[in-house]
């Protein structure tokens, strides 16, 4: 159960006292969350990588976080195909940044718990108690084959995770030495130092939309990511209060609950839509949307066709994000809509991420100030 305060708020702005948090999305993998042909989209690079943490750690904003992804999904842009692996990425940025949370995206079966929770301490270690880990199962069948075995199905691959996460734990909080012969892992003589700098550990983050998914996550984590599936206020309202109730009635545990949201900002409302328009239905990669769609398991000619565009037109606008799309003020509207339903935060991404995250630090930012959801940040 988490006590109130975290005793990780010494270290971890993921534990602040701001209303509403704040996190990078998507950094590190080729077109970010925009499935489209424009110019200007996020490279991967890692004088790219850096130059958006940095100016996402100097404004305050409390989460940088990366996608697990190991290979594209076709189309035009191969979108996501050109990727950094996120334990090395995270440590690179760890050790450049001062104030933000910096994460891992860790698929369990690419990764023995032993290495994880090794590569999770030395992280912690170099941000000074500022890492937290998104835990994923893995869905896309062409990059889990890659590792040489047959993706897991589905319930299989949560009860390997809660064995994996199992491990983790108890490598980061017991002293004495432990074997176990479990059902996928046999560990022999298990022994963890350094502890990490978080107690009990760093914080773990988990986006299981299923119901085993949810229940892992209310069960382990700290952090619930969720993707708000249609854009009817009391229904999400809804969908909110059952991810912290299952956690709190169910596990006895307290957690933030968290979105992804797409970002457009334009100078009148008009701008706004009409560069949605623009990257979304002129320039998308529907090649690339129509093969994530397939791997995700989106059944197309099953649903009804509006529900279909609208699944394919959210992702290729931002990877089935919240559109706050609009001028500054607007976008300040409707982050203070997500924290009244019951948010604690939103990851962000932009169509082109440098444009979007200055324009949102300089005019979007002051209004959540002005609106009581977050504090001015001051360098500690
Ligand atoms: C905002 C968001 C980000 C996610 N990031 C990743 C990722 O980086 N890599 C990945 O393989 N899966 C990612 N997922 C997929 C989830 O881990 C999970 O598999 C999916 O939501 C389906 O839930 P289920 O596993 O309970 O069926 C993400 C999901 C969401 C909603």
Redesign the pocket.
């Known amino acids: 159960m988490l006590s109130n305060p975290d005793p990780r708020q010494a270290t971890n702005p993921l534990f602040n006292d701001n209303k509403f948090k704040l996190g990078t999305?998507a950094t590190n993998v080729s077109n970010g969350c925009a499935i489209t042909t424009i110019d200007g989209v996020f490279e991967t690079t890692w004088p790219n990588v850096m130059k958006l943490a940095k100016i996402a750690d100097e404004a305050g904003i409390e989460a940088i976080v990366?996608?697990?992804?190991w290979r594209g999904f076709g189309g035009t842009t191969n979108f996501n195909g050109t990727c950094f692996e996120t334990y090395t990425w995270a440590a690179a940025l760890g050790a450049i940044t001062k104030n933000a949370t910096i994460f891992a995206?860790s698929?369990v079966p690419t990764v023995h718990p032993i290495m994880a929770a090794k590569q999770a301490t030395t992280i912690d270690h170099i941000t000074g108690g500022r890492f937290a880990l998104?835990i994923?199962?893995?869905?896309?069948q062409a990059e889990m084959e890659m590792f040489g075995a047959p993706i897991m199905e589905?319930e299989q691959?949560?009860k390997y995770a809660t064995e994996w996460l199992y491990i983790l734990k108890r490598l980061w909080t017991e002293d004495s030495e432990w074997e176990l012969e479990g059902d996928f892992f046999n560990i022999k003589r298990a022994f963890h130092q350094p502890k990490p700098l978080q107690k009990p550990y760093p914080a773990l983050m988990?986006?299981?939309?299923?119901t085993?998914?949810?229940h892992y996550m209310a069960k382990n984590c700290d952090m619930a990511?969720?993707?708000i599936t249609g854009h009817d206020l009391d229904t999400t309202r809804r969908e909110i209060s059952a991810y912290r109730d299952l956690a709190k009635y169910e596990y006895g545990r307290d957690i933030q609950i968290w979105?992804?949201c797409y970002c457009v900002i334009g100078d009148t409302e008009k701008d706004a839509y009409d560069f949605l328009d623009y990257y979304v239905n002129e320039k998308g990669d529907w090649a690339a949307v129509d093969n994530l769609a397939i791997n995700l398991g989106v059944q197309t000619e099953m649903l009804p066709k509006e529900a279909v565009q609208s699944f394919k037109f959210h992702f290729a606008a931002g990877?089935?994000?919240y559109p706050l799309v609009g001028t500054a003020e607007q976008i300040a509207d409707k982050i203070e809509t997500l924290s009244r339903l019951g948010l604690d935060g939103t990851?962000m991404n932009w169509p082109r991420y440098e444009e979007g995250l200055c324009r949102f630090v300089a005019k979007v930012m002051p209004l959540l100030e002005y609106k009581g959801l977050r504090q001015p940040f001051r360098q500690p």
């Open positions: 999305f990366p996608v697990a992804r995206t698929h998104n994923v199962c893995g869905w896309y589905h691959r949560y988990n986006a299981g939309g299923s085993t998914g949810r990511l969720i993707l979105t992804n990877w089935g994000g990851l």
